[in-house]
Protein backbone atom coordinates (compact mmCIF):
# COMPACT_ATOMS: atom_id res chain seq x y z
CA UNK A 1 0.00 0.00 0.00
CA UNK A 2 2.89 2.68 0.72
CA UNK A 3 4.84 1.42 -1.98
CA UNK A 4 1.06 2.44 -4.29
CA UNK A 5 1.18 5.46 -2.60
CA UNK A 6 4.65 7.26 -3.63
CA UNK A 7 3.93 5.81 -7.51
CA UNK A 8 1.05 7.67 -6.94
CA UNK A 9 2.44 10.74 -5.67
CA UNK A 10 4.93 10.57 -8.48
CA UNK A 11 2.68 10.12 -11.07
CA UNK A 12 0.60 13.24 -10.01
CA UNK A 13 3.68 14.96 -10.51
CA UNK A 14 4.71 13.92 -13.30
CA UNK A 15 0.95 14.64 -15.00
CA UNK A 16 0.61 17.97 -13.14
CA UNK A 17 1.92 20.19 -16.23
CA UNK A 18 -0.21 18.75 -18.49
CA UNK A 19 -3.33 20.19 -16.27
CA UNK A 20 -2.26 23.71 -17.48
CA UNK A 21 0.16 24.11 -14.15
CA UNK A 22 2.96 26.20 -14.87
CA UNK A 23 5.49 23.76 -14.24
CA UNK A 24 8.47 25.81 -12.95
CA UNK A 25 6.03 26.87 -9.86
CA UNK A 26 3.87 23.98 -9.38
CA UNK A 27 7.44 21.49 -8.84
CA UNK A 28 10.40 23.65 -7.84
CA UNK A 29 9.60 27.09 -7.02
CA UNK A 30 7.68 26.91 -3.89
CA UNK A 31 9.48 25.45 -1.30
CA UNK A 32 7.22 26.90 1.75
CA UNK A 33 5.12 23.97 1.96
CA UNK A 34 7.92 22.09 2.60
CA UNK A 35 9.37 24.30 5.35
CA UNK A 36 6.30 23.75 7.83
CA UNK A 37 4.85 21.27 9.90
CA UNK A 38 6.21 17.39 9.32
CA UNK A 39 7.55 18.36 6.14
CA UNK A 40 9.62 20.97 7.87
CA UNK A 41 12.14 17.43 8.71
CA UNK A 42 13.37 16.89 5.23
CA UNK A 43 12.43 20.51 3.89
CA UNK A 44 15.23 21.88 5.79
CA UNK A 45 17.71 19.95 3.30
CA UNK A 46 16.45 21.96 0.71
CA UNK A 47 19.17 23.55 -1.13
CA UNK A 48 22.50 22.28 -3.15
CA UNK A 49 24.72 20.54 -1.20
CA UNK A 50 28.51 19.76 -1.83
CA UNK A 51 29.49 16.48 -0.04
CA UNK A 52 32.52 15.01 1.14
CA UNK A 53 32.39 11.28 2.24
CA UNK A 54 34.47 8.77 3.40
CA UNK A 55 34.26 5.04 3.97
CA UNK A 56 35.31 2.42 6.25
CA UNK A 57 38.01 0.02 5.13
CA UNK A 58 36.21 -3.67 4.77
CA UNK A 59 38.66 -4.70 7.49
CA UNK A 60 37.71 -2.15 9.78
CA UNK A 61 40.66 -0.78 10.04
CA UNK A 62 40.85 3.02 8.86
CA UNK A 63 38.44 5.31 6.89
CA UNK A 64 39.21 6.44 3.29
CA UNK A 65 38.20 9.68 1.24
CA UNK A 66 35.38 8.98 -1.19
CA UNK A 67 35.34 10.56 -4.66
CA UNK A 68 32.70 13.24 -3.44
CA UNK A 69 28.81 14.20 -4.79
CA UNK A 70 26.72 17.18 -5.09
CA UNK A 71 23.30 16.62 -3.52
CA UNK A 72 20.33 18.53 -4.64
CA UNK A 73 17.32 18.33 -2.60
CA UNK A 74 13.87 20.08 -3.89
CA UNK A 75 10.24 21.07 -2.75
CA UNK A 76 7.67 19.72 -4.96
CA UNK A 77 3.97 20.52 -5.60
CA UNK A 78 4.51 23.59 -2.24
CA UNK A 79 4.62 20.76 -0.08
CA UNK A 80 3.52 17.72 -2.04
CA UNK A 81 6.92 15.64 -1.13
CA UNK A 82 10.47 16.05 -1.00
CA UNK A 83 12.59 15.01 -4.12
CA UNK A 84 16.69 14.75 -4.37
CA UNK A 85 19.08 14.03 -6.61
CA UNK A 86 22.45 12.47 -5.57
CA UNK A 87 25.02 13.13 -8.56
CA UNK A 88 28.54 11.47 -7.44
CA UNK A 89 31.57 12.18 -9.06
CA UNK A 90 32.20 9.13 -11.88
CA UNK A 91 29.21 7.50 -10.66
CA UNK A 92 25.06 6.87 -11.83
CA UNK A 93 22.96 9.36 -10.40
CA UNK A 94 20.23 8.50 -7.69
CA UNK A 95 16.89 10.16 -6.37
CA UNK A 96 15.21 9.64 -3.75
CA UNK A 97 11.03 10.57 -3.57
CA UNK A 98 10.06 11.46 -0.36
CA UNK A 99 6.39 11.53 0.98
CA UNK A 100 5.37 12.54 4.78
CA UNK A 101 2.71 9.31 5.80
CA UNK A 102 0.45 11.12 8.08
CA UNK A 103 -1.38 7.52 9.12
CA UNK A 104 2.18 5.74 10.43
CA UNK A 105 3.40 9.79 10.79
CA UNK A 106 7.01 8.83 9.11
CA UNK A 107 8.28 9.39 6.30
CA UNK A 108 8.11 6.70 2.71
CA UNK A 109 10.80 6.85 0.96
CA UNK A 110 11.68 5.27 -2.87
CA UNK A 111 15.36 5.62 -3.69
CA UNK A 112 16.25 4.17 -6.93
CA UNK A 113 19.69 4.68 -9.02
CA UNK A 114 20.36 3.14 -12.08
CA UNK A 115 21.77 -0.45 -11.98
CA UNK A 116 19.62 -1.05 -9.33
CA UNK A 117 18.13 -4.41 -10.54
CA UNK A 118 15.38 -4.76 -8.36
CA UNK A 119 14.10 -1.41 -9.51
CA UNK A 120 14.26 0.64 -6.41
CA UNK A 121 14.01 0.42 -2.52
CA UNK A 122 11.37 0.89 -0.30
CA UNK A 123 13.03 2.84 3.23
CA UNK A 124 11.49 4.04 6.16
CA UNK A 125 11.97 6.94 8.51
CA UNK A 126 11.09 9.12 11.24
CA UNK A 127 12.96 12.02 13.14
CA UNK A 128 13.88 11.05 16.95
CA UNK A 129 13.97 12.93 19.65
CA UNK A 130 17.27 14.42 19.35
CA UNK A 131 15.69 15.97 15.81
CA UNK A 132 18.16 13.38 13.71
CA UNK A 133 16.24 11.59 11.09
CA UNK A 134 16.73 7.64 11.37
CA UNK A 135 15.97 5.74 7.83
CA UNK A 136 15.60 1.93 7.88
CA UNK A 137 15.27 -0.39 4.78
CA UNK A 138 11.85 -2.10 4.09
CA UNK A 139 11.79 -3.15 0.97
CA UNK A 140 13.99 -5.22 -0.08
CA UNK A 141 15.90 -5.81 3.39
CA UNK A 142 19.68 -5.30 2.81
CA UNK A 143 22.13 -7.61 3.79
CA UNK A 144 23.75 -7.07 6.22
CA UNK A 145 20.61 -4.66 7.95
CA UNK A 146 21.38 -1.17 7.51
CA UNK A 147 19.85 2.22 8.69
CA UNK A 148 21.07 5.67 7.73
CA UNK A 149 20.94 8.94 10.22
CA UNK A 150 20.54 12.57 8.93
CA UNK A 151 21.80 15.11 11.88
CA UNK A 152 20.09 18.37 12.02
CA UNK A 153 22.03 21.43 10.00
CA UNK A 154 23.74 24.07 11.17
CA UNK A 155 25.28 27.40 9.96
CA UNK A 156 27.87 25.20 8.14
CA UNK A 157 26.00 22.59 6.95
CA UNK A 158 25.25 19.08 7.91
CA UNK A 159 26.68 15.36 8.61
CA UNK A 160 25.52 11.97 7.55
CA UNK A 161 26.11 8.31 8.35
CA UNK A 162 25.48 4.81 7.28
CA UNK A 163 25.62 2.05 9.96
CA UNK A 164 25.55 -1.74 9.56
CA UNK A 165 24.05 -4.23 11.88
CA UNK A 166 25.09 -8.34 11.57
CA UNK A 167 22.77 -9.20 14.45
CA UNK A 168 19.80 -8.18 13.46
CA UNK A 169 19.63 -4.30 14.87
CA UNK A 170 21.31 -5.19 18.34
CA UNK A 171 24.00 -3.19 17.45
CA UNK A 172 25.30 -1.08 14.62
CA UNK A 173 28.95 -0.19 13.32
CA UNK A 174 29.46 3.22 10.73
CA UNK A 175 30.71 2.04 7.51
CA UNK A 176 30.12 5.37 5.53
CA UNK A 177 29.66 9.23 6.45
CA UNK A 178 29.22 12.51 4.64
CA UNK A 179 29.56 16.00 5.29
CA UNK A 180 27.36 18.53 3.20
CA UNK A 181 28.23 22.15 2.60
CA UNK A 182 26.75 24.83 0.32
CA UNK A 183 27.46 23.98 -3.25
CA UNK A 184 29.49 27.01 -5.14
CA UNK A 185 29.83 27.08 -8.69
CA UNK A 186 33.02 25.58 -9.64
CA UNK A 187 32.65 23.16 -6.99
CA UNK A 188 33.95 20.01 -8.22
Not at 60 to 79: N, T, V
Not at 100 to 120: L, Q, R, V
Not at 149 to 172: A, H
Amino acid sequence: MQISRIFAIALILAAAPLAGADESDFLFDAPDGCMEGPLEQFGRYIGDWKIEDESLAQDGSAWGPGAGARWIFSCLGDGTAIQDFWVPNGGPVGTNLRSWNTTTESWDIAWTIKGIPHGFTHIQASEDESGNIVMSYKSPVPSPNRRITFFPPDENGWNWKMEFSNDDGETWFEVYRIKATTWQEGAD
